[in-house]
């Protein structure tokens, strides 16, 4: 497995219901519709160095190679001893799980995160962890049956049969073999006659005629590489254009419509216009600034929380009376909108000194004005807690904003335990973030004009 981000991909539970679903405009993120790039070929055809080098040229963060050898099925006792005496076909197609290879595809396909397991080759068993992938936007699929089962087929966008000479395929496989697995010479070619050769004219070598391109010589024919990289970078521009599309389609109406009922804007007390003169002030310094700004965040936090779960509470007062009060029903968890939303951070220690946080950096394509995710690390079963902080800024277009709702939406977070916290935002982007997930909160310190550049972070920062 090698990915391109760091990225930590549990099905959605939309627990807001099918009435919830219906309303929703549709809203797809950049990642969901994934190219998926099938690479074939003999063992040691040189399918991973090739598909590397698709990697390298492409030299983009949300590309992922998924080795087939991740979904070698679990080996009973008997087989077990059979693998170890390199006496078991590895190579031949009823090794692989299909069925789950198809179902993480399938998931990633749409937007969701998935797990794959990861296989010991020494051990010849799967592991207990497992990797999980999330948001990746071109996937390379690479083993000897990349393009073998029908299912996988109709799920790639290209697929590529990789050529080599039989001789150089088994000398790369020794070499692999030995350094990587733990295995002897005489036990790699003992497989290579018994099941690697046969299994290659019965079931790898007729995948060349469903292949779209066969490289021969691997990396060194430049003019399949450059092709295979001119395919993927029109489809991945492709769907920029038609993420930005529906991104402007959602403004229709916000001029017009009123702002939904689970806005909730910050009242204007005298003291919130006292601090907000102050913050928006070209002169106040640096230390004031952070000073009365942790106060707004404090006083927006508060605000939210009033919109957390809670549960009836009864407690005995020092005067002996019984209290009916309230308790918060679960935890409480935040997330990080990098880098704007960690102007909250000082506030939500002062308020929830112990609370989990979790991080998304989600920057713009300084060519398209596109969002883009760059890293993800959210606190363990966030989809169990009861209410998710997820805090920036500031919020002027929503494009951020409905990628990090979407973010968590797909990691099993209902949309109604959802709390949208930032100090200003634009009409068009609350329009857009209610259209998608109307079931979520959003706590707003100030309604401003829409498309305003981001200031908070720089100056509450110094940079």
Not at 393 to 416: E, F, I, K, Y
Request: aromatic share 8%; hydrophobic share 40%.
């Amino acid at each position: 497995m090698n990915s391109g981000m760091g990225l930590s991909p549990i099905i959605p539970d939309h627990r807001d219901g099918e009435d919830t679903i219906a309303k929703r405009a549709h809203y797809s993120p950049p990642w969901a519709d994934v190219s998926i790039i099938g690479v074939a070929g003999s063992s040691g055809s040189g399918k991973t160095t090739l598909s590397h080098a698709i990697v390298n040229s492409l030299n983009l963060p949300w590309v992922v190679i998924m080795s087939m050898d991740s979904f070698y099925k679990p080996l009973d006792p008997e087989s077990s001893k059979k693998a170890f005496r390199n006496e078991y076909d590895f190579d031949a197609p009823e090794a692989i799980d299909f069925d789950e290879l198809v179902n993480c595809l399938r998931d990633l396909k749409a937007g969701k995160r998935t797990k794959i397991p990861n296989y010991s080759f020494e051990k010849h068993a799967r592991l207990e962890n497992s990797t999980v992938i999330y948001s990746p936007h071109v996937l390379i699929l690479e083993g000897i049956f990349a393009l073998h089962d029908p299912r996988v087929l109709d799920l790639m966008d290209m697929r590529i049969y990789c050529e080599a000479d039989a001789d150089t395929c088994l000398s790369r496989r020794i070499i692999r073999d030995v350094r990587d697995r733990g295995r002897d010479v005489e036990g790699c070619i003992k497989q290579w006659f018994a099941f690697v050769k046969p299994n290659f004219e019965n079931y790898v070598q007729p995948q060349k005629n469903v292949a779209d391109i066969i490289v021969p010589r691997g990396i060194e024919n430049r003019v399949a590489m450059s092709m295979v990289t001119q395919y993927i970078e029109r489809r991945l521009l492709e769907k920029s254009t038609r993420h930005r599309a529906a991104l402007k389609s959602l403004e229709r109406g916000y001029d017009s419509e009123p702002l939904s009922d689970r806005v909730l804007v910050l009242p204007l007390t005298p003291q919130l216009r006292g601090m907000s003169t102050i913050i928006q002030d070209i002169d106040t310094s640096s230390e004031d600034f952070v000073f009365y700004f942790d106060r707004l965040s404090c006083l927006l936090l508060e605000l939210a929380l009033n919109n957390a779960q809670f549960k009836e509470h009864v407690i005995e007062t020092p005067q002996g009376h019984n209290y009916r009060g309230l308790t918060g029903k679960g935890e409480v968890s935040a997330v990080v909108v990098l880098r704007g939303g960690a102007t909250f951070e000082a506030g939500l220690r002062r308020i929830i000194p112990d609370c989990r946080t979790g991080r998304v950096l989600i920057q713009s394509d300084v060519r398209t004005g596109e969002p883009e995710l760059h890293y993800l690390k959210l606190p363990n079963n966030i989809n169990e807690h009861d209410t998710v902080l997820l805090l920036d800024a500031q919020m002027s277009s929503g494009g951020s904003a409905l990628m990090a709702v979407q973010v968590l939406v797909d990691h099993g977070v209902p949309q109604n335990r959802i709390v949208f916290v930032t100090y200003s935002a634009g009409r068009v982007g609350v329009h857009r973030l209610t259209k998608v997930f109307p079931e979520v909160t959003i706590v707003v310190g100030s309604m401003v004009a829409d498309f305003e550049e981001r200031w908070v972070e720089k100056r509450y920062f110094r940079c």
